[in-house]
């Protein structure tokens, strides 16, 4: 059974900066692609970024793009996420999860694994 472990959440003022970490469980964590999801309260949950199992590739959803950078550390089985000039709207829970595969995907149903979530909370 594969753990996933988010760490680095908080609370940061407009403009600011966090780094989500997601530490994984197990020996095969290099072989597939990870992603992380973020759901606000009364919405459903989005995709916000992805990156393929070796790292040369990953995908942003337009509203994060410019400002948020994904990356992985295999070695120790770690993914995460910098989040650069917060906005209030960025406020959600964000999860990280393990693709089915080592290819990049935006769809959550493609995802086999998730983890518990870590809190950003951006005030204004």
């Known amino acids: 059974q594969v753990q996933l472990v988010e760490s680095g959440g908080g609370l940061v003022q407009a403009g600011g900066s966090l780094r989500l970490s997601c530490a994984a469980s197990g020996r095969t964590f290099g072989f597939y692609a990870m992603g992380w999801f973020r759901q606000a309260p009364g919405k459903e949950r989005e995709f916000v970024s992805a990156i393929s199992s070796s790292g040369s590739r990953s995908t942003y959803a337009d509203s994060v793009k410019a400002r948020f950078t994904i990356s992985r550390d295999n070695g120790k089985n770690t993914v995460y996420l910098q989040m650069n000039s917060l906005k209030p709207e960025d406020t959600a829970v964000y999860y990280c999860?393990?693709?089915?595969?080592?290819?990049?995907?935006?769809?959550?149903?493609?995802?086999?694994?998730w983890g518990q979530g870590t809190q950003v909370t951006v005030s204004s």
């Open positions: 999860a393990r693709q089915r595969t080592s290819f990049v995907s935006t769809d959550s149903r493609e995802y086999a694994y």
